[in-house]
């Protein structure tokens, strides 16, 4: 049976709920870092102009060095990871698909939608790696399905555990742009893999699939090794902080260092009483007991503390 397709965000429903002006919530019941890389002035013609393909390739070849992505192997940039989630079940034979859970809800929920049946031993697989809500870390042993999609959306916290290096054949591997660079509004994600699976995705995405300014971003971003380094270690003395606060409120179940996960006595009363205070987080409609909560940034640390 499909799970309902809850998601993180959706401020404005929080204020409907508990009320506030936009500008007084703190939102943390995504998993996007909330100091965004420093975006900087652009040129004219990234707005103006259709994207060329030397931006395209600057990006492409930004991402190649950045993730470590094997000769032989394509690139494909898209407006947002969704928009490749949805557009992977399109590109093998309908058949069964394993989507092992709780995780992200729309992998699950695009195969339905391309009339694949959901269940284990099937022609493909997906895995969320790290996982989500629980930021489990999958093993290369994992990849035991003929047809295997990798979404390490969350994966710029521990690249050294990335699988990329494994990707190929009927093998994808999905990069999120928007979580570690804190640019979720930007809308750019990749795909990796095999040359005729990204050649069948490409054209299913169409042309000037990316926009000109998220091109010339993307770029800048990935390039920028100083502020990738700097942001893990931030992201984890801010993960430890966050862990610090709850100790008295709940048992970490788990997450990353763009998002943790806590076993609490009540999870929908805890979401109610941050709710009531303007701090938006997440529960999940498959346990109540767990919430999940983003890192706030550098001005919402008193205010979260001051919530709990």
């Known amino acids: 049976m499909q799970q309902a397709r809850d998601h993180g965000g959706g401020v404005d429903a929080a204020r409907a709920r508990w ?3 936009r500008g007084a919530w ?3 019941s995504t998993g996007i870092n909330p100091v965004p890389y420093p975006v900087g002035s652009l040129p004219e013609g990234a707005w103006t102009a259709l994207p060329d393909a030397g931006a395209q390739a600057r990006l492409i070849a930004a991402a ?3 993730w470590g ?7 494909v940039a898209a407006p947002g990871a969704s928009a490749i989630i949805a557009a992977l079940p399109g590109l093998w034979p309908v ?3 394993d989507v092992p859970g709780p995780t992200y809800n729309e992998h699950e929920a695009a195969f339905c939608a391309g009339g694949w049946e959901i269940g284990e031993g099937g ?9 989500n809500p629980d930021g489990r870390l999958w093993s290369v042993d994992a990849l035991d399905a003929p047809r295997m999609v990798i979404d390490e959306s969350f994966c710029d916290v521990v690249p050294g555990r990335s699988l990329v290096g494994a990707a190929g054949p009927g093998r994808i591997v999905l990069k999120s742009f928007g979580k570690f660079w804190g640019l979720a509004g930007l809308r750019l994600g990749f795909a990796i893999g095999a040359e005729g699976e990204m050649a069948r995705l490409r054209a299913r995405l169409g042309p000037w699939a ?4 998220a091109l010339e971003i993307g770029a800048r971003a990935l390039e920028d090794r100083a502020w990738a380094e700097a942001t893990r270690a931030r992201l984890a003395a801010d993960a430890a902080r966050l862990d610090a606060l709850m100790v008295a409120h709940g048992r970490c179940a788990g997450g990353t260092d763009l998002f943790r996960l806590y076993e609490v006595a009540d999870a929908a009363a805890f979401q109610d009483r941050l709710g009531r205070a303007h701090v938006l987080s997440r529960i999940f409609p498959y346990s109540d007991r767990w919430l999940r909560l983003g890192l706030p940034g550098p001005d919402g640390w008193a205010r979260l503390e001051e919530a709990l």
């Open 19 to 21: 009320g506030g002006a």
């Open 26 to 28: 703190i939102d943390l």
């Open 64 to 66: 190649r060095a950045f």
């Open 69 to 75: 992505v094997p000769k032989g192997l394509e690139i």
């Open 95 to 97: 058949g069964r698909v």
């Open 123 to 131: 022609e493909a697989r997906v895995i969320v790696h790290p996982n």
């Open 210 to 213: 990316v926009s000109g300014p």
